[in-house]
């Protein structure tokens, strides 16, 4: 390699240069020995590491047309009885069973950075029983990049949830998810099999329900049970998101009277 007219390498790919042989130490001097013909040993110090190893094209996960393209695929190949689609641009191998978890793999791929699965979906990979919902769930950070596409339902709040981790995948807490299906209208009695469920999962209890939901504004309306009798709160909130949230519970502290 040859350096000509003294002009130095971009200082954001090269750290130094060493020349062997007695040749010239620095770029400029580089240039001119080059000039009146001068050669010799140049070693090139790489001034960041290499970059790692892009991992492995898998097609068992969930994978874009783009990444099958950069693997070799052609698109007879990915339209192929080989595959088979999950949802937009989201493709995976025919034999990978399609589950709850596949498809919000898929899903969280597609939307913003802060998203996380929600409501149906969340409560499914909890262990849960909810109504039953062919969509995706996921709740996004902003509602400028609300998701519309065919298979996926995406939500936005202002508020912000609780919200943790599970199989590698951002979601919302138990608790969270179990209020979260109230405020969409989820009746008393799959409230009631979805808490439930979460309970004899062991991801949750009643107690932690309750403690969630006294923190829950439902309608800017705060809900404190210490305050008001169940019966009288109950009513005042017969006709808001939250009365089937507030039913269930009660029918989990107070199963008898219910």
């Known amino acids: 390699m040859s350096v000509l007219n003294g002009i ?3 200082a954001s790919h090269l750290e130094t240069a060493r020349v062997t042989q007695g040749g010239p130490k620095s770029f400029p001097q580089i240039g001119l020995a080059a000039a009146v013909g001068w050669s010799g040993a140049l070693r090139i110090v790489p001034m960041f590491p290499p970059a790692q190893a892009a991992a492995a094209f898998d097609p068992r996960q969930p994978f874009s047309r783009a990444e099958a393209r950069a693997a070799g695929l052609t698109a007879e190949m990915l339209l192929s009885s080989r595959f088979r689609k999950i949802c937009w641009d989201t493709y995976v191998a025919r034999e990978v069973p399609i589950t709850p978890l596949l498809r919000a793999r898929a ?3 597609l939307v913003p950075s802060g998203s996380y699965v929600s409501h ?6 909890w262990g ?8 995706t769930h996921v709740t996004l950070p902003s509602a400028c990049g609300r998701l519309v596409r065919q298979g996926v339902r995406s939500h936005y709040r202002k508020h912000p949830a609780q919200t943790t981790r599970r199989k590698g995948l951002p979601i919302s807490t138990p608790e969270q998810t179990f209020l979260d299906l109230a405020a969409v209208g989820v009746g008393l009695v799959d409230l009631v099999v979805l808490a439930d469920g979460l309970i004899k999962a062991g991801h949750t209890s009643p107690e932690r ?6 923190q ?6 705060a809900w404190r049970a210490e305050q008001q009798p169940w019966r009288e709160k109950l ?3 017969r006709r808001k998101p939250g009365f089937a949230c507030f039913s269930c519970l009660r029918a989990f502290l107070n199963p008898v009277s219910i």
């Not at 149906?120 to 990979?125: D, G, K, S, V």
């Not at 829950?216 to 309306?221: A, F, K, L, N």
């Open 235 to 237: 009513w005042t909130h």
């Open 216 to 221: 829950w504004d439902v309608e800017d309306v």
């Open 120 to 125: 149906h979906t969340a409560a499914e990979l």
């Open 107 to 109: 899903v969280i791929r």
């Open 8 to 10: 130095r390498p971009r």
């Open 128 to 135: 849960a029983d909810p109504p039953s919902d062919r969509a």
């Open 209 to 214: 329900l309750v403690e969630t939901a006294a």
